[in-house]
């Protein structure tokens, strides 16, 4: 038998029950960018950049890598006042993700980066295309 309280005077509100955490309600941070920069030994410092400015630095990256660090200095010296290449100065934090992409675009692995790189490459200028259209 369950005896039932008095009721509180003046018409409070009483809580009944058990007290549940909202922990299980909320979302699991989506970690599969987080993956991509997972070593066999430890996970690496790196500051993923937004969207829109991880499309620049993926760019710069690419083509630095295959014009060389003579490309970056260019690009330095012209877009010195240009915020969204800030990424290109050492004390930025996601200069440690520009020059990770840069390492992956010099070094394919059996071609599957050479593969992806074109593939990014047809999916941008598909874009631009459809961009020009509209």
């Known amino acids: 038998m369950v005896a039932e309280a008095p009721a509180p005077a003046g018409g409070a509100i009483v809580a009944v029950g058990q007290a549940r955490s909202a922990a299980g309600a909320l979302p699991t941070p989506d970690l599969e960018g987080v ?3 997972i070593t066999q030994t430890r996970a690496i ?3 993923l950049p937004p969207p829109d400015i991880r499309a620049i630095v993926d760019k710069t990256a ?3 890598a295959k014009n060389g660090i ?6 330095l010296a012209s877009e010195a ?16 993700y520009y ?5 992956n675009f ?4 059996d071609g599957k980066a050479a ?13 631009a295309a459809a961009a020009l259209a509209a």
Do not use: C, S
């Open 115 to 127: 593969d992806a790189q074109q593939d990014m490459a047809t999916t941008a200028e598909a874009a």
């Open 62 to 64: 690419q083509f630095v």
């Open 70 to 75: 003579e490309f970056e200095k260019r690009i």
């Open 81 to 96: 006042n240009n915020a969204k290449f800030n990424f290109l100065n050492p004390t930025d934090p996601y200069h440690a």
């Open 45 to 47: 410092g790196i500051i």
């Open 35 to 37: 993956k991509q920069i």
């Open 99 to 103: 020059r990770m992409r840069v390492k």
């Open 106 to 109: 010099q070094e394919p692995e």
